[in-house]
């Protein structure tokens, strides 16, 4: 079982930055894959960027160039910076974990975190 622990949202002007992160409990995830997902009342939730167990990375078009995801093994934690943010970023942004290799698809994670809100005002 591996439990994920979001922290870090919060609110923050237009244009500003904010780093997310998400410690995973329980288990070891250098064999998982890591995802963050965001979500909007009344919404589906929607991939932001994937992490596989390699380190590779993809971030959705809408977040590229400029948000970040990242691992540190060592110490079980994934990251998202953001910068530039947009109020069209404000949502609840979520941590996952999946086998292996990262997937856009929410249905594939295993494990989710329970969210961490982001606002950004304009």
């Known amino acids: 079982q591996v439990q994920l622990v979001e922290s870090g949202g919060g609110l923050v002007q237009a244009g500003g930055s904010l780093s997310l992160s998400c410690v995973a409990r329980g288990r070891t995830v250098s064999e998982y894959a890591m995802g963050w997902f965001r979500q909007t009342p009344g919404k589906e939730r929607d991939f932001v960027a994937g992490?596989?167990?390699?380190?590779?990375?993809y971030h959705g078009e809408s977040v590229q160039g400029r948000f970040t995801i990242s691992r540190d093994n060592a110490k079980n934690t994934v990251y998202l910076q953001m910068n530039s943010l947009q109020a069209e970023d404000t949502a609840v942004y979520y941590c996952?974990?999946?086998?292996?290799?990262?997937?856009?698809?929410?249905?594939?994670?295993?494990?989710w975190g329970q969210g961490t809100q982001v606002t950004v005002s304009s």
């Open positions: 992490i596989s167990w390699n380190s590779a990375t």
């Open positions: 996952a974990a999946k086998k292996w290799y990262y997937s856009v698809r929410t249905a594939e994670y295993e494990y």
